[in-house]
T-cell receptor, first 111, second 112 residues
Framework: ETGVTQSPTHLIKTRGQQVTLRCSSQSGHNTVSWYQQALGQGPQFIFQYYREEENGRGNFPPRFSGLQFPNYSSELNVNALELDDSALYLC??????????FGSGTRLTVV | EDQVTQSPEALRLQEGESSSLNCSYTVSGLRGLFWYRQDPGKGPEFLFTLYSAGEEKEKERLKATLTKKESFLHITAPKPEDSATYLCAVQSGNSGNTPLVFGKGTRLSVIA
């Protein structure tokens, strides 16, 4: 059974730039969620995708957007990067009957 | 709004010194309470799910318990490899796809 995989593992971007993070969900899971984890904090829910549609969103602005593909993989896009966007971005996959499984994350640094 | 508060923020133990971590929660219709372990720079690793008050689960030196207002993660005779951040999360609704609400975690350090 393949777990959740994310790429890249680390990324450095300049304020104002755009970034795309990628995720492959665990086999058998049809829902993908993205979380942001700032240093010393718990993960915060960004949004969730099911059947290629966004079906839940946390308190994040529209410059955070995403996609889910037919194979259940997903992308997180962030436009107009701000210094406060520096964080560990976690992709998680789940199904209606399983617990949520997390990837190892992408560490984004905005300078 | 669902909320999770974990205490203490940090805990330092000697090897073999047992202790407990606390997770207090408020949720509109608890589906499950989750404990995850997180190593530095890594994603959370699933430990336990508890669904109803009175439920207990064990794994090696860890034991999780649940009441209607809080959960405890008991660590018996910890070893240095148990050092990590332990995260508590709640899930409401009736589906495993409902987003998790996390606490800030407890950073555990076990000293040999």
């Amino acid at each position: 059974e393949t777990g959740v995989t994310q790429s890249p593992t680390h990324l450095i971007k300049t304020r104002g730039q755009q970034v795309t993070l990628r995720c492959s969900s665990q086999s058998g899971h049809n829902t993908v969620s993205w979380y942001q984890q700032a240093l010393g904090q718990g993960p915060q829910f960004i949004f969730q995708y099911y059947r290629e549609e966004e079906n839940g969103r946390g308190n994040f602005p529209p410059r955070f957007s995403g996609l889910q593909f037919p194979n259940y993989s997903s992308e997180l896009n962030v436009n107009a990067l701000e210094l406060d966007d520096s964080a560990l971005y976690l992709c998680a996959s789940s199904s209606t009957t399983s617990y949520t499984t997390f990837g190892s994350g992408t560490r984004l640094t905005v300078v | 709004e669902d909320q999770v508060t974990q205490s203490p923020e940090a805990l330092r133990l000697q090897e073999g010194e047992s202790s407990s971590l606390n997770c207090s929660y408020t949720v509109s219709g608890l589906r499950g309470l989750f404990w995850y372990r997180q190593d530095p720079g890594k994603g959370p690793e699933f430990l336990f799910t508890l669904y109803s008050a009175g439920e207990e689960k064990e794994k090696e030196r860890l034991k999780a318990t649940l009441t209607k207002k809080e959960s405890f993660l008991h660590i018996t005779a910890p070893k240095p490899e148990d050092s990590a951040t332990y995260l508590c999360a709640v899930q409401s609704g009736n589906s495993g796809n409902t987003p998790l609400v996390f606490g800030k975690g407890t950073r555990l350090s076990v000293i040999a």
